[in-house]
């Protein structure tokens, strides 16, 4: 049961911004939101995590509902390479705990 | 980001061979690894935690027999698929959490096993 919910694909303009939508309406107090992302025959790639306040990198924002039940990862200026199965999962405070994997979302940018 | 190498990248082997894949934290000390197989087209299903000095926690319907699972380091964990079939066939993949520093955990870059 990968607790989370995620559409199965979507399409996106070169240089437009990707906007992936998660459902993790039973999230614990404790746990925080983990996006990842594969591109074809590799390892999945850590973008962002978090708890309660919206987070920023130089990959992405990931930008957390008040409720916390929901949440959007934001690809800001979506390249080709940007094309991959994204996947929104959770885990626990503690820094440890696994991560199950949803069915994730393939994001195809496209020219 | 903290780097995880896998060994081997491929690998080819006949049915009833047994195959070990190694997972390693090149920069990093793991007290935790996890290890998931990925059938084509689906996604990472988890199969084990691993755990430094102690024995690895199976996912239900996974045989531990069968995917012997050793963490003797706070760098290297290995996975052995013993007396392989082609249905263990798949991509395997590893993940390491950091001891200290942030709450990310970090892939390798998968073992693709085929078995004849």
């Known amino acids: 049961d990968a607790k989370t919910t995620q559409p199965t694909s979507m399409d996106c303009a070169e240089g437009r911004a990707a906007n992936l939508p998660c459902n993790h309406s039973t999230i614990s107090g404790n746990e925080y939101v983990y996006w990842y992302r594969q591109i074809h025959s590799q390892g999945p790639q850590y973008i962002i995590h978090?708890?309660?306040n919206n987070e920023t990198n130089e990959m992405a924002s990931l930008i957390i509902t008040e409720d916390r039940k929901s949440s959007t990862l934001i690809l800001p200026h979506a390249t080709l390479r940007d094309t991959a199965v994204y996947y929104c999962t959770r885990r626990g405070s503690s820094n440890t705990g696994k991560l199950i994997f949803g069915q994730g979302t393939t994001l195809q940018v496209k020219p | 980001g903290a780097v995880v190498s896998q060994h081997p990248s491929w690998v080819i082997c006949k049915s009833g061979t047994s195959v070990k894949i190694e997972c390693r934290s090149l920069d990093f000390q793991a007290t935790t690894m996890f290890w998931y197989r990925q059938f084509p087209k689906q996604s990472l299903m988890l199969m084990a935690t691993?755990?430094?000095?102690?024995?690895?926690?199976?996912e239900q319907g996974v045989e531990k027999d069968k995917f012997l699972i050793n963490h003797a380091s706070l760098t290297l964990s290995t996975l052995t698929v013993t007396s392989a079939h082609p249905e263990d066939s798949s991509f395997y993949i590893c993940?390491?959490?950091?001891?200290?520093?942030?709450?990310?955990?970090?892939f390798g870059p998968g073992t693709r096993l085929t078995v004849l």
């Open positions: 978090g708890l309660k």
């Open positions: 691993s755990n430094e000095g102690s024995k690895a926690t199976y």
């Open positions: 993940s390491a959490d950091r001891v200290q520093g942030g709450n990310e955990q970090f």
